[in-house]
């Protein structure tokens, strides 16, 4: 049971196009992600809600059980053993270095849910990691996978918050690729700053596939953000190559406008476009897979063009014969993020 809560997971591994399998998991993981009831909430603009995060699996083989169910060899144990070692996974699942919860909270009159994972020894304040997963409506979740990286970001001081957006994730409200996801990221700025062991002058963005597309709006929103890493993030959403399946699948009805103008909706998505817009402030990274299938790598390769003709210095990892996710050079991949994010580079 524990296994099919997080049954989102599988989603890395098969088509949208895989309509049962995307029906039951849906169902299933919508029910598993509304908060916990029974928290009181503090009297602020947001009514921020906390509760706490019970771990997904009652023990490591139990998950590594699960892990071996992926197509791919690269999601299986083998592999998760040396992402995630047993001793690690323990550390976590006890809490004893950090506190993992879900949260709750108000935005457009919308209750809105998302996760906060947090070093436990603020001394006085740790810096924060916004952190954005991929995926769109009934597609986009929280994995677990998420959740255990949020918690290696958290072990090293961060406090790191994510939301589920709206209309995602078991969050009030219809999903909204456009100025609702958006805005709802945008309140965990306001979150950060109800935080009194939040550092507010340190936001760090961390965004994968959808969530990197739209941390660029992020920073075109707000010059809060200290530092920010995309990871296969789309910058063109208008000459994509998969334009006509999410056509068929996605973008009707929770793309702002595109029923009126497809092109104008999709430019505005797609930082490719306006890349003056971006913060000049935060320091960007930009990590890519060689040969991601689902995000071709020449999105990240022509905003940086385009980036480096406006005087700005943005940092590009390109992969070689890296995928989407890519999980098969996560070692790396993650040393890459701690060097971006450390407060002592």
Same mark, same amino acid.
């Given at each position: 049971?524990?296994a099919?809560?997080?049954?989102a997971?599988v989603?890395?591994?098969?088509?949208?196009?895989?309509?049962?399998?995307?029906?039951v998991a849906t169902?299933?993981?919508?029910?598993?992600?509304?908060?916990?009831?029974?928290s009181?909430?503090?009297?602020?603009?947001?009514?921020?809600?906390?509760?706490?995060?019970?771990f997904?699996?009652d023990s490591?083989?139990a998950?590594?059980a699960?892990?071996?169910?992926?197509?791919?060899?690269?999601?299986?144990?083998p592999?998760?053993?040396?992402?995630?070692?047993e001793?690690?996974?323990?550390?976590?699942?006890?809490?004893?270095?950090v506190r993992?919860e879900?949260?709750?909270?108000?935005n457009?009159?919308?209750?809105?849910?998302?996760?906060?994972?947090?070093y436990?020894?603020?001394?006085?304040?740790?810096?924060?990691?916004?952190?954005a997963?991929?995926?769109v409506a009934?597609?986009?979740?929280t994995t677990?996978?998420?959740?255990?990286e949020m918690?290696r970001l958290a072990?090293?001081?961060f406090i790191?918050?994510?939301?589920?957006?709206r209309g995602?994730g078991g969050s009030?409200?219809?999903a909204?690729?456009?100025?609702?996801?958006?805005?709802d990221?945008l309140?965990?700025i306001?979150i950060?700053?109800?935080?009194?062991?939040?550092?507010?002058?340190?936001i760090n963005?961390?965004?994968f596939s959808r969530?990197g597309?739209l941390?660029?709006r992020?920073l075109a929103?707000?010059?809060?953000?200290?530092a920010?890493?995309?990871?296969?993030a789309?910058?063109?959403?208008?000459?994509?190559?998969?334009r006509?399946?999410?056509?068929?699948?996605?973008?009707?009805?929770?793309?702002?406008?595109?029923?009126?103008?497809?092109?104008?909706a999709?430019?505005?998505l797609?930082?490719?476009?306006?890349p003056?817009? =971006?913060?000049e402030?935060? /320091? @960007?990274? $930009?990590?890519?897979g &060689? +040969?991601d299938k689902r995000v071709?790598? #020449?999105?990240?390769l022509?905003?940086?063009?385009?980036?480096?003709? =406006?005087?700005?210095s943005p /940092? @590009?990892v $390109?992969?070689?014969? &890296? +995928?989407?996710s890519l999980?098969?050079h #996560?070692?790396?991949?993650r040393?890459?993020?701690?060097?971006?994010?450390?407060?002592e580079?």
């Amino acid at each position: 049971m524990i296994a099919l809560k997080y049954l989102a997971l599988v989603f890395r591994y098969t088509s949208i196009n895989s309509a049962r399998m995307r029906v039951v998991a849906t169902v299933l993981l919508v029910a598993s992600l509304v908060p916990v009831c029974g928290s009181t909430a503090p009297k602020d603009a947001r009514q921020l809600e906390r509760t706490p995060y019970e771990f997904a699996f009652d023990s490591y083989a139990a998950w590594l059980a699960f892990m071996d169910t992926a197509p791919d060899p690269s999601w299986q144990a083998p592999a998760m053993k040396t992402l995630v070692p047993e001793a690690t996974f323990d550390n976590y699942r006890a809490g004893r270095t950090v506190r993992a919860e879900r949260i709750s909270y108000l935005n457009d009159n919308l209750r809105i849910n998302g996760f906060m994972v947090a070093y436990k020894q603020c001394e006085p304040v740790c810096p924060v990691i916004i952190y954005a997963q991929g995926g769109v409506a009934q597609w986009s979740r929280t994995t677990f996978f998420d959740l255990l990286e949020m918690h290696r970001l958290a072990a090293q001081g961060f406090i790191v918050l994510s939301t589920s957006r709206r209309g995602e994730g078991g969050s009030e409200g219809t999903a909204n690729l456009g100025a609702g996801d958006l805005s709802d990221t945008l309140a965990l700025i306001d979150i950060v700053d109800q935080l009194p062991e939040a550092d507010g002058t340190t936001i760090n963005y961390f965004g994968f596939s959808r969530g990197g597309a739209l941390g660029y709006r992020v920073l075109a929103g707000t010059d809060r953000i200290n530092a920010a890493v995309m990871l296969g993030a789309p910058s063109d959403s208008l000459l994509s190559p998969r334009r006509a399946e999410f056509h068929d699948a996605v973008y009707p009805g929770i793309v702002d406008g595109y029923e009126a103008d497809p092109d104008a909706a999709l430019r505005a998505l797609s930082a490719l476009y306006w890349p003056e817009r =971006l913060s000049e402030r935060t /320091r @960007l990274l $930009l990590l890519h897979g &060689g +040969s991601d299938k689902r995000v071709h790598p #020449y999105n990240s390769l022509r905003l940086v063009d385009r980036l480096q003709g =406006l005087g700005r210095s943005p /940092r @590009l990892v $390109l992969f070689e014969q &890296g +995928s989407h996710s890519l999980i098969e050079h #996560y070692v790396d991949v993650r040393r890459e993020i701690d060097r971006w994010f450390s407060v002592e580079r």
